[in-house]
Nanobody, 126 residues
Framework: QLQASGGGLVQPGGSLRLSCAASGFNFDNYAIGWFRQAPGKGREGVSGINSSGRRTFYSNSVKGRFKVSRENAKDTVYLQMDSLKPEDTAVYFC?????????????????????WGQGTQVTVSS
């Protein structure tokens, strides 16, 4: 089970930190991905992190602004979001990858994930 939290309303240029808490499986063995879905749009891969935390992945739209990390001792993955823009507004989801270490290019495919948390709403607006 995965539980995302930390969303909210923030002004453009602001920051938020999302958390994804895992339970019920061996968290250390799995990569985790962050996705988002805006109204009327498909689910977009935002970021990913392998099981050890040594490899991270970002979409071009968030690279340089978002940072993903994990604390395996706490079964938690974080997404630090800085310099937020109105186009970052979406429901954000975390998901468990089908393995520990995504091959480059696979981390952003929703079909490569087998367990999804409920989303947390992020709204960027003045």
């Amino acid at each position: 089970q995965l539980q995302a939290s930390g969303g909210g309303l923030v002004q453009p240029g602001g920051s938020l930190r999302l958390s994804c808490a895992a339970s019920g499986f061996n968290f250390d063995n799995y990569a985790i991905g962050w996705f988002r879905q805006a109204p009327g749009k498909g689910r977009e891969g935002v970021s990913g992190i392998n099981s050890s935390g040594r490899r991270t992945f970002y979409s071009n739209s968030v690279k340089g602004r978002f940072k993903v990390s994990r604390e395996n001792a706490k079964d938690t993955v974080y997404l630090q979001m800085d310099s937020l823009k109105p186009e970052d507004t979406a429901v954000y989801f975390c998901a468990r990858f089908l393995g520990s270490n995504p091959i480059t290019g696979t981390w952003a495919a929703p079909s490569q994930y087998d367990s999804w948390g409920q989303g947390t709403q992020v709204t960027v607006s003045s």
